[in-house]
């Protein structure tokens, strides 16, 4: 059963592109959630999803910043117009969502560097 | 006051001790309490979790929860290096168990 998957692993963008980051869930699991760690940092909460839904996004910084969980595909978080301050490993986790404990389970993360 | 406050270390212990990670919280909604451990360059992976008041074991883990004092604690005994790592409280709490990280406790283990 393969766990939670992200891609890319590693992503370098230059100031100012979009920089699309993809997270597919646990089979079974579907919730989402991202966080975004900072070097030294705790995991910060950014934004938690059902599918076709945004459920949380109060840790969403309000501008430049989107997610989705399409039907369809990926969970796809979306930094447009990076800048520096965006560096940072960006971790997704799903959990079952079936009522239950509801444990996350984490993939292996994208780190994204800004040059 | 932090939602949840650790000590970021790094506690040091020699093989084979015990380590005893510390953590308090702010929300008396908390419901569900996870222990997740994190390897450097890593991901967090999640190691214990624990809902009722009292102790929970599992191997050489035991999860302690006192929600009247908001604290929940974390034992490691016979500690061996493998063990070093960044060990992340997460309360749960809300509708959908929102979970809120601590920054961790960074453990290193002497052989």
């Known amino acids: 059963n393969a766990g939670v998957m992200q891609n890319p692993r590693h992503l370098v963008r230059r100031r100012g592109q979009e920089a699309r980051l993809r997270c597919s869930p646990m089979?079974?699991?579907?919730?989402v959630y991202w966080y975004r760690q900072l070097p030294e940092e705790g995991l910060k909460f950014m934004v938690y999803?059902?599918?076709?839904?945004?459920?949380?996004e109060s840790g969403m910084p309000k501008e430049r910043f989107s997610a989705e969980f399409p039907k369809e595909g990926p969970s796809i978080l979306r930094i447009q117009q990076v800048v520096r301050g965006d560096s940072a490993a960006y971790f997704c986790?799903?959990?079952?969502?079936?009522?239950?404990?509801?444990?996350?389970?984490f993939g292996p993360g994208t780190r994204l560097t800004v040059l | 006051q932090k939602e949840v406050e650790q000590n970021s270390g790094p506690l040091s212990v020699p093989e084979g001790a015990i380590a005893s990670l510390n953590c308090t919280y702010s929300?008396?909604?908390?419901?569900?309490f996870f222990w997740y451990r994190q390897y450097s360059g890593k991901s967090p992976e999640l190691i214990m979790f624990?809902?009722?008041?009292g102790d929970k074991e599992d191997g050489r883990f035991t999860a302690q929860l006192n929600k009247a004092s908001q604290y929940v604690s974390l034992l490691i005994r016979d500690s061996q290096p493998s063990d070093s790592a960044t060990y992340l409280c997460?309360?749960?709490?809300?509708?959908?168990?929102?979970?809120?990280f601590g920054i961790g406790t960074k453990l290193q283990v002497i052989p």
């Open positions: 986790a799903s959990s079952p969502g079936d009522g239950g404990l509801d444990e996350q389970f």
């Open positions: 089979k079974g699991h579907s919730h």
């Open positions: 999803l059902q599918k076709e839904n945004i459920i949380d």
């Open positions: 929300d008396r909604g908390s419901q569900s």
């Open positions: 624990i809902y009722s008041n």
């Open positions: 997460a309360p749960g709490s809300g509708g959908y168990q929102k979970v809120t």
